[in-house]
């Protein structure tokens, strides 16, 4: 990467850092783009060469820090000796990815509520950078070499991660109405039937 791209690079995380901040210390509405310029510490007019307003960079925002939980759960998997069939690829990747919103509130409070197939599927099938997948081309990997096929895998992968995002929120927050260990043997029993009914063979 040349020192120009560099640079730009620098300013857009700059600004996504920044955003990431205030959005959870002052929450969105009470967030403006002046807040985040003075903030990352760039001129408001750099702001727009990025994003195209205070709701793109909150969704580019979303898809980055999505991506980040996900390759974070990919690369464990990846590093782990033990052979695993697909369906239990999906429940450790599951597994990791809560246990890193267990670890991280804020993480929680943007993503819980957001992290959907239905609501980001444009960011869920851009990679993030060069060098990093898309979170859809991931699975599709995943899928490509799984023992069973499995028919309908968009709907599939959009059921599942409704599942997830939609029953972690108030678990890892308030352990309501149970403690997300509590929850979790029954969330993925629940994966593991959505599973089962997409199979094809």
Known sequence: MGKVEHNKRQ??????DSAFSLFINNGFTKTSISDIV?????????????FRDKYDIRNHLIAS??????????TELMIRDEEMDFEDQVLFI?????????ANHSLVMLLAKHL?????KNFLVVAPGRDTPAIYTTFESM???AEHT????ELMMYLIL???????????????PVSLEELKPHLYETVKSILRHYRED
Do not use: C
């Open 11 to 16: 300013k857009r995380d700059s600004l996504l």
């Open 38 to 50: 003075k903030q990352a510490g760039v001129a408001k007019g750099t702001f727009y060469l990025y």
């Open 65 to 74: 820090k999505a991506n980040q939980v996900f390759q974070m759960a990919y």
């Open 94 to 102: 599951a597994d990791h990815i809560l246990n890193q919103l267990a």
């Open 116 to 120: 959907s197939w239905g609501s980001f």
């Open 143 to 145: 899928l490509s070499k």
């Open 150 to 153: 499995y028919r309908d895998p």
């Open 162 to 176: 409704e599942l997830l995002s939609g029953t972690s929120f108030n678990a890892i927050l308030y352990e309501q």
